[in-house]
């Protein structure tokens, strides 16, 4: 009988829904009982919506436990792991029988995400026992040419994961053509784009997976330096990438004569990135760890000939990297017969915004962004009307509800006027404002532009303005129009993607949700009933029953009445804070 | 573009709560001839005083030979250096696409009210500073909010005033 597995996912997202405290518990509980069981813990298991999340696999099989607390940690002790005896009220997955859960997991193939929520990410071993490492030693072992390693990689078909989609095989053979005494390889893990977690989740509970495609990445291309460049915001990523940094050191993974082999010499180091979203462009982030400020510059040269320290360089995302030892282990094609024609394999996406599973999930490419939403996804919270989904972040673009059945793949996607991006889904419901978003999204952008271009400096700030006046109720005739020229010139006009993409947000609101726009600006109403300065508050005098809260909280004195009678709001007093719809006890506030 | 000011009263401040220098020469040992050590001996600055003070660049400047207007460069671009000192605890309210859509505002202004205190200020009596950022990475908690190393899911404005209330009674202990 084999001893029975405790697992807690313990990635940023488990640790802030509270699983160190399920964590906790069990241990306290574990080590008072003298209870002969494996307690560990593990990365993003992907169900986000059900965290904490504890799984206990026994010799019957395993049982994913979901939105674990305190108490039922104990109860699922006692029961479970004491007595046999599974606690089906809380599991959401499980082999034996079927949970209403699992829609969630239907469709998933997990390649980049293989061993995510499998193992402890901090333990190398439990790596190497899902395969890990056989990539490079097959490749050291069978002397395996730099020239076929970067064939193979071709052939599965995969293409940058970090927004660009370009092939990757393809890169790499232009670095390794560059002939340098130095090369650099370097991981982007920027992960810029708000709304997206995939590449934190990899680093959090596969560390390994992505510096052994960076290990072999560097044997293609003949680099003998690494560096992973890491957003600060990501302190748990950047502690388990150390670790695995040093254990992989140590059993001779990295560093002089990896594995024996006479010639090849590589070693890596995390760099911290300091908090600017530009620097996820690759001659950004080269600057920014050269000690500079994060601004791009013009290419060509691109990397693969002049990057780092101006030596030949290969840049690829966290999740390009994490598929790479896959496709070397077992082949080109068990990666290249998922997806379409020209978008092989999977993709990891990020489930977020008004959607009833949020979380991560791995799918082929080709399947619908409908099939996500509605099927994996769960459809949409509280079963409001989808409206649109944003894609790409603020390089991306929203793709309305009508266009649902577009597949994922490059093509596809950047047909509708969003992109493929890095992962992040938000997905939005019917009140959800399309303007704000776009303001929103310009903001972002606003802020974020790193100053050298000037259409991407003040023409994203212009666009910004108008965008906020239209939100206000104060638009005017013919702003759309001056969006779109503004739109139009900054695409142009700028040197890096940030400027370039800008204003796709913007111009897919006005192409999918013209008529928000116009209504904002004519009528002067938001119809998602978001825009606080177009709503009107008002009281319904069958529901009112005079209890005066709403007086009361009032911050502007805009609202009369006497004790236990109707009471009325004076509109021109009114700054529609909407105090007084929160605090109404009775919903007799009317927003109209 | 990001405009970050630099503070004129700055040197006044600094003679009233003077900053001991010497807590960065094992910091400043560690970099001093590395190529692209500008970032990391900032960072590193940070972490010992939560801030860049100002005598600090003039330090760095004479130990490793590093130029001023680099330093302020580099410091006034990037987004987590700070240019004023902070309270304890760093409240980092996540205004990020995922959190937006679930209504981040909610969270700031109920934190703005509660703290008498706007986006990037700091409390009279140092215990909070209000910063809001994008993307904690926890977008499926969303809306999030961040304290220390700490992260908080699934907020309210109700909730997180509560966590701040929490955390401001454990300090008066
Ligand atoms: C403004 C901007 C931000 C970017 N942010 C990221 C990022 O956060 N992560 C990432 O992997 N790539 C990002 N990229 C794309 C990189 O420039 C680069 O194409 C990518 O890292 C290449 O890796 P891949 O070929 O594996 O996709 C960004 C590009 C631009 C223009
Ligand atoms: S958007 Fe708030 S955590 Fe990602």
Redesign the pocket.
């Known amino acids: 009988m084999k001893k029975t597995k405790v697992l807690i996912g313990l990635a940023s997202c488990g640790i802030a829904a509270g699983a160190m405290k399920v964590y906790d518990k069990l241990k306290a509980l574990q080590d008072a009982e003298k209870l002969d069981i494996v307690l560990k813990r593990t990365g993003c298991i992907g169900m986000c919506f059900r965290e904490p999340l504890v799984e206990v696999i026994d010799d019957s099989g395993s049982y994913l436990y979901g939105d674990v607390n305190e108490e039922k940690a104990v109860e699922i002790f006692d029961k479970h792991l004491k007595q046999n005896e599974p606690v089906k009220d809380y599991i959401v997955k499980c082999d034996l029988f079927k949970t209403k859960d699992d829609i969630f997991w239907d469709g998933q193939i997990k390649i980049a995400l293989r061993n995510c929520g499998v193992i402890d990410p901090e333990n190398i071993d439990e790596y190497e026992e899902m395969g890990g490492y056989q990539a490079i030693k097959k490749i050291l072992g069978e002397k395996i040419s730099s020239e076929e390693v970067i064939q193979t990689v071709l052939d599965s078909g995969i293409r940058?994961?970090?927004?660009?989609g370009?092939p990757?095989g393809l890169?790499w053979r232009f670095a390794h053509n560059n002939k340098a005494d130095t090369k650099y390889i370097i991981c982007?893990a920027?992960?810029?784009?708000p709304g997206a977690f995939m590449d934190r989740s990899l680093l959090e509970g596969d560390p390994h997976a992505v510096i052994e495609g960076l290990i072999i990445g560097a044997y293609a291309i003949g680099a003998k330096e690494g560096v992973i460049y890491c957003r600060a915001e990501y302190p748990l990523a950047i502690k388990r990438l150390n670790i695995a940094l040093d254990q992989a050191r140590k059993k001779g993974y990295l560093g002089k004569n990896i594995l024996g082999a006479k010639d090849f010499n590589f070693d890596l180091y995390v760099k911290e990135g300091a908090g600017a979203?530009?620097c996820?462009?690759?001659t950004a982030l080269m600057a920014s760890i050269e000690g500079e400020r994060g601004m791009p510059r013009k290419r060509p040269p691109f990397p693969a000939e002049s990057g780092l320290w101006a030596k030949p360089t290969n840049?690829?995302?966290?999740e390009?990297f994490a598929n790479i030892p896959y496709i070397i282990t077992n082949g080109a094609a068990s990666y290249s017969k998922h997806g379409t024609e020209k978008s092989k394999g999977t993709k990891v996406f990020a489930l977020t915004g008004k959607i009833s599973h949020g979380g991560l999930v791995e799918v082929p490419m080709g399947i619908s962004i409908r099939d996500i939403i509605f099927k994996l996804g769960g459809g949409i919270i509280g079963g409001k009307k989808f409206k649109a989904v944003q894609l790409g972040g603020p390089?991306g673009g929203c793709i309305p509800e009508y266009l649902a059945d577009t597949i994922v793949d490059y093509d596809s996607v950047t047909a509708t006027g969003a992109i493929m991006g890095?992962g992040g889904m938000v997905v939005m419901d019917e009140t959800t404002c399309m303007v704000d978003m776009a303001r929103f999204f310009l903001d972002f952008t606003c802020k974020e532009s790193c100053g050298k271009c000037t259409f991407c400096r003040v023409g994203t700030k212009r666009m910004l303005e108008i965008l906020t006046r239209i939100t206000k109720g104060e638009g005017k005739e013919g702003d759309i129009q001056k969006l779109e020229e503004l739109a139009y010139q900054i695409k142009e006009t700028s040197l890096?993607?940030?400027g370039q993409t800008a204003p796709n947000p913007v111009l897919t609101t006005i192409k999918y949700f013209r008529h928000e726009y116009e209504a904002h600006i004519i009528d002067k109403k938001c119809p998602a009933k978001s825009c606080k300065q177009l709503l009107t508050y008002s009281v319904d005098p069958e529901k009112c029953t005079g209890c005066t809260v709403c007086a009361k909280n009032c911050p502007s004195n805009a609202i009369d009445g006497e004790r236990k009678k109707v009471h009325f709001i004076r509109q021109d007093a009114c700054i529609k804070c909407g105090a007084c719809f929160t605090k109404c006890k009775f919903d007799a506030i009317i927003v109209s | 573009m990001r405009v970050k000011r630099i503070l004129q009263s700055k040197d006044e401040q600094e003679k009233n709560a003077p900053v001991d220098l010497s807590l960065m020469d094992h910091l400043l040992e560690k970099y001093k001839n590395k190529k692209g050590n500008l970032i990391p001996i900032l960072q590193g600055t940070q972490n010992i005083y939560g801030y860049l003070p100002h005598t600090a660049f003039a330090k760095i400047s004479e130990v490793t030979g590093l130029k001023l207007n680099e330093m302020y460069g580099v410091a006034t671009f990037y987004t987590q250096f700070r240019l004023n000192p902070v309270g304890k605890n760093i409240v980092k309210v996540c205004h990020g696409t995922a959190c937006h859509v679930q209504n981040a505002s909610a969270i700031s202004e109920a934190i703005e009210d509660t703290l008498g205190i706007k986006d990037g200020e700091t409390t009279p009596d140092g215990l909070f500073t209000l910063e809001s950022v994008a993307c904690l990475g926890c977008c499926s908690l969303a809306p999030v909010m961040m304290i220390g190393d700490n992260t908080f899911g699934k907020l309210t404005g109700s909730s997180a005033v509560k966590i701040l209330k929490e955390i401001k009674i454990k300090e008066s202990n």
């Open positions: 940058g994961r970090g927004g660009g370009f990757t890169k982007n920027d992960e810029g784009d979203f530009v996820g462009e690759e840049i690829n995302n966290v390009t390089s890095s890096c993607g940030l």
